[in-house]
């Protein structure tokens, strides 16, 4: 089947927008201080329905890594999505949140034994594996979960690579099936990650085409599979746009049509940043400026360190968004971190106007693997977060 993807276009295209103004933002910048990352409820629930509906029949597990935030996970457990979660501490904010073991998969494919015991002692019951040690160690542990054997592809048009690390690589996959069952362990199902940030959903078809054919063989050796996890991948707007999230899953749907229609099974996704990233806007303060050698230096309270290290570790390159936009005249100037890191800038050749100290600036699609991996190095506090309606 040939699946029509010409309405990719630009015309449906997601743009990086920020979920507040900057009247709201010097509001709630005067309130709560900055640098302040700002949640909005109502877009994190339009974002998850309107993922919903492109993925019809797929149950979403929230990936608890791209943002364990109160405000996100209690949101998403409220409108009943589930969670995937890979530590105790992803447990402790999933239930707090108020989701239930049960609601819950595990998807970590190399755990400690603690991890492994103190989630399984909450109440989780599936599980994700990868290799033959790592099925010894659930045998000897925690021996009657279910498992979904993690696959690996490698990534295409995804910015990040999450089979480099992890997965077996489908030549081998049926040998670790029957080495886990000959152990008598309950594997139910395959998943895979097409890699995070993919900008090209034909990417998930190729992959389905080979799960379907190894699906086939395991059901013919006697496995009973029931689960298919198709991982997470779905795109985030930032300087560049992604197609919209209805144009995305259509073909991601009509791959899963193709391949697994029929069949009597449950679909889930794994998504992080597809569902979190626009819900967030980071508000951040000049907080001095210079000249160095003819060009423009900001400092901003908020950095590599903070919630800018999304760009280190996620490769995101976040667009600033400032007052009077298109209205004020730009030049070329540098944006630099608040510690004392001089690696610690965060962009090198951006067009902004020229800024008062002071003056506050919008940063959309924070909300996935930035406040996540933030640090308070220097002394300075990570960014404070909170939920609007
Ligand atoms: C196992 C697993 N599932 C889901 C995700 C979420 O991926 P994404 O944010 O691309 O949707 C990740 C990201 O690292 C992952 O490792």
């Known amino acids: 089947m040939i699946v029509n993807t010409d309405f990719l276009s630009s015309d449906c295209a997601r743009k990086a927008s920020p979920v507040l103004g900057f009247?709201?933002?010097?509001?709630?910048?005067?309130?709560?201080?900055?640098p302040l990352l700002v949640v909005?409820?109502?877009?994190?629930?339009?974002?998850?329905?309107?993922?919903?509906q492109a993925l019809p029949?797929?149950?979403?597990?929230?990936?608890?890594?791209?943002?364990?935030?109160?405000?996100?996970?209690?949101t998403l457990c409220a409108e009943n999505?589930?969670?995937d979660i890979c530590s105790s501490g992803e447990l402790q904010a999933a239930l707090l949140a108020g989701f239930t073991p049960d609601r819950m998969l595990h998807t970590h494919p190399c755990k400690t034994d603690d991890n492994l015991l103190n989630c399984y002692a909450a109440g989780v019951r599936w599980f994700v594996f990868d290799n033959e040690l790592e099925a010894v160690k659930v045998k000897r542990l925690t021996p009657d979960v279910k498992l979904l054997m993690r696959l690996a592809f490698p990534a295409k048009s995804s910015l990040i690579n999450?089979?480099?690390?992890?997965?077996?690589?489908i030549e081998s996959a049926l040998g670790l099936l029957e080495a886990a069952g000959r152990m008598g362990l309950d594997v139910r199902g395959f998943s895979f990650h097409v890699g995070s940030q993919c900008t090209d959903p034909q990417d998930y078809l190729q992959v389905l085409?080979?799960?379907r054919e190894l699906w086939d063989a395991a059901t013919e050796r006697g496995f009973g599979l029931e689960v298919l996890d198709i991982g997470g991948g779905f795109p985030a707007p930032y300087t560049h746009s992604v197609p919209s999230m209805a144009a995305f899953g259509h073909v991601v749907s009509e791959g899963l049509r193709e391949c697994f229609g029929g069949l009597p099974i449950r679909i889930i996704a794994e998504p992080g940043r597809g569902l979190s990233a626009e819900c967030t806007t980071l508000v951040t303060r000049v907080i001095g400026k210079s000249?160095?050698?003819?060009?423009?230096?900001?400092?901003?309270?908020?950095?590599l360190y903070g919630s800018f290290s999304g760009k280190v570790f996620d490769h995101a390159d976040f667009p600033l968004v400032y007052e009077g936009q298109g209205e004020r005249e730009v030049?070329?100037?540098?944006?630099?971190?608040?510690?004392?890191?001089?690696?610690?800038?965060?962009?090198?050749?951006?067009?902004l106007p020229h800024l008062e100290v002071g003056e506050l600036l919008l940063v959309p699609s924070m909300g996935a693997y930035c406040s996540a991996s933030a640090s308070p190095f220097n002394g300075l506090p990570v960014a404070n977060t909170i939920g609007i309606e």
């Not at 009247?23 to 900055?34: C, P, Q, S, V, Y």
Request: with cysteine; proline share 4%.
């Open 81 to 83: 999505a589930f969670v």
């Open 209 to 211: 085409r080979s799960v």
């Open 40 to 52: 909005s409820r109502s877009k994190l629930v339009e974002t998850y329905w309107s993922m919903k």
């Open 162 to 169: 999450l089979s480099a690390k992890f997965g077996a690589p």
């Open 23 to 34: 009247e709201r933002a010097r509001e709630l910048a005067g309130k709560h201080g900055t």
């Open 291 to 303: 000249e160095r050698w003819g060009i423009p230096w900001y400092y901003v309270d908020d950095g």
């Open 57 to 74: 029949g797929v149950d979403l597990y929230y990936a608890a890594k791209a943002n364990p935030d109160l405000n996100i996970l209690s």
């Open 331 to 351: 030049a070329r100037c540098v944006v630099a971190g608040p510690t004392c890191d001089s690696s610690d800038v965060v962009c090198t050749d951006q067009l």
